[in-house]
């Protein structure tokens, strides 16, 4: 028999190691982004002053999260020092709420902003229930949602036209009622466990480490991140700022009671359309896509573009001026592609790429208390 030549050997232990080396990257991703792993939350719960409830916020936290909470007198008592923690690993920003902060330059904060909610767009509520193919009207909600083709018919997007009275109908619901990495569901089930009118996937938070996660008024994470972050605040403003710009301390003084990490920022501070994003080429060409906007505090809206099929997705400049020309004054890139789905009365109404995929998370719009 004859001895294996120095090449063949080589060539083997290549093999071997190239094998090795999958079966290794195998494991890595089982263990970061398949298996579900919790992860120790900051757990600062932020209490809504607007609340017209005597708990305050409708939406009970989960006590493993109250690791940190505020007082009845909006006081911060931090038991853990995660809020210490969370100053060491985020930046600090100056601008006040409202709209897109982009340049760094501050925004003054209307005088509609602390108005309360229950007492705008009275005209858009019912005193029951009512529900059509497309529509749902109670004395907290006003939804309705209707699909739309652009004019050269490539596209379809679904519009999700939304008013709140009370802005804990403006709900995040976290995969498996679990924060941590590897928990998915799909956003129908997310939507029926939180008896959810409306729908959408989120940031898909559980796919990284980094940036802010708030829901439901309980600070998760606020790990420093290049992305933007798009924050909604108890008194129905939202904001969308770079990530080095969020402050924790800002954050709990201004009333957070949803953050996101994902974007970019969809409007300049002007409310304008973008044509230039800091994203990659992949990111920016045409896919389907996942967004939310803002008109003003209590009025909000959500958008799914189908993409990959029938309709061919929009570009991020397109998605952009589409939110320019609805008028709102800041809007937000949510996860895309394949979670890219809007759920209207427990079912599905868009053409969800590749059928769809499970999610960490999901935005809800649900009667306040489910």
Not at 52 to 59: K, V, Y
Not at 134 to 142: Q, R, V
Request: aromatic fraction near 8%; glycine fraction near 12%.
């Amino acid at each position: 028999m004859k001895a294996s030549s120095p090449g063949r050997m080589l060539a083997k232990r290549l093999a071997l190691d190239i094998v090795l080396c999958g079966l290794a990257l195998v494991v890595f991703a089982l263990f970061h982004h398949v298996l579900p792993r919790s992860q120790e939350p900051l757990g600062i719960v932020i209490t809504n002053p607007y609340s017209t409830t005597d708990s305050g916020s409708s939406a009970v936290p989960d006590e493993r999260y109250l690791l940190a909470y505020s007082g009845a007198d909006g006081t911060v008592s931090d038991t853990g020092g995660t809020l210490k923690a969370a100053r060491g690993r985020m930046g600090g920003g100056t601008s006040e709420k409202g709209g897109s902060a982009l340049t760094g330059e501050e925004q003054q904060v209307e005088a509609e902003a602390s108005t309360p909610l229950a007492e705008k767009f009275a005209d858009k509520y019912s005193e029951e229930v009512v529900v059509t193919g497309n529509s749902y009207t109670s004395p907290d909600i006003s939804v309705e949602v209707t699909e739309h083709t652009t004019e050269n018919g490539r596209v379809t997007y679904y519009l999700a036209d939304i008013y709140v009275r009370d802005i804990t109908c403006f709900q995040s619901a976290l995969a498996g009622g679990s924060y941590g990495s590897g928990f998915r569901d799909e956003i129908t089930d997310m939507a029926q466990s939180s008896s959810a009118i409306l729908a959408v996937n989120g940031d898909y938070y559980g796919n990284t480490r980094e940036g802010v996660v708030i829901r439901n008024g309980i600070i998760y994470r606020a790990n420093a991140t290049d992305c933007d972050v798009c924050v909604l605040y108890y008194d129905g403003t939202m904001r969308v700022m770079p990530g080095s710009a969020f402050s924790v301390e800002e954050a709990i003084e201004d009333g957070a009671w949803q953050a996101w990490t994902f974007g970019p920022a969809l409007l300049d501070a002007d409310g304008g359309a973008l044509t230039q994003f800091s994203s990659s080429n992949r990111i920016i060409s045409s896919n389907p896509r996942t967004a939310i906007g803002y008109w003003e505090p209590g009025h909000y809206c959500m958008v799914v573009v189908d993409g990959r099929g029938e309709s061919a997705g929009i570009t991020l400049p397109d998605l952009s001026q589409l939110f320019a020309e609805l008028g709102c004054k800041a809007a937000y890139n949510l996860d895309g592609g394949n979670s890219s789905v809007m759920v209207w009365q427990n079912e599905i109404i868009n053409q969800p790429s590749g059928g769809g995929r499970a999610s960490s998370d999901a935005l809800l719009i649900t009667e306040a208390g489910q």
